[in-house]
């Protein structure tokens, strides 16, 4: 059984939010999801960072334009307080790529990685 740790406070996992894929030809990948139906949320064929509606949930486009794509993608999960997330995850020895902070698209986040090479991302919308 695992015990809750005293750090750990009220911070909790609530919902996915959305997955993020990372593209070489931004217009490419817009025109294909637009294609299928997917409502543009923010960003656009010329731009590094697309969104779509998906459902309650968000599919992401972030755009690789150097090389091999490094990264299958990355899982962003909303959680109740980002910055109190952030603390538990310091607490457990783990090390986040950079503090919270406030994004243009309106949420405060911060990423990490799992020990596979796994982006995760944990956001809440401002």
């Known amino acids: 059984m695992n015990e809750r740790q005293p750090d750990d406070g009220d911070a909790h996992v609530e919902s996915?939010?959305?997955i993020t894929l990372a593209?070489?030809?931004m217009s490419r990948a817009v025109r294909f999801?637009?294609?299928l139906g997917f409502r543009m949320l923010y960003g656009g064929a010329n731009e590094a960072f697309t969104s779509f509606a998906l459902?309650?949930?968000f599919l992401n486009l972030t755009s690789e334009t150097h090389g091999p794509i490094p990264?299958?993608?990355r899982v962003i999960i909303y959680v109740s307080d980002v910055d109190a997330f952030y603390r538990k995850a310091l607490a457990?020895?783990?090390e986040p790529q950079f503090a919270p902070r406030?994004?243009?698209?309106h949420e405060r986040y911060f990423h990490l990685t799992d020990s596979d090479g796994h982006e995760l991302s944990f956001a809440r919308p401002l």
């Open 16 to 18: 996915l939010s959305a």
């Open 23 to 25: 593209t070489h030809d």
């Open 33 to 35: 999801y637009e294609a």
């Open 55 to 57: 459902g309650s949930s």
């Open 71 to 73: 990264f299958w993608g």
């Open 92 to 94: 457990h020895g783990i």
């Open 102 to 105: 406030d994004a243009p698209w």
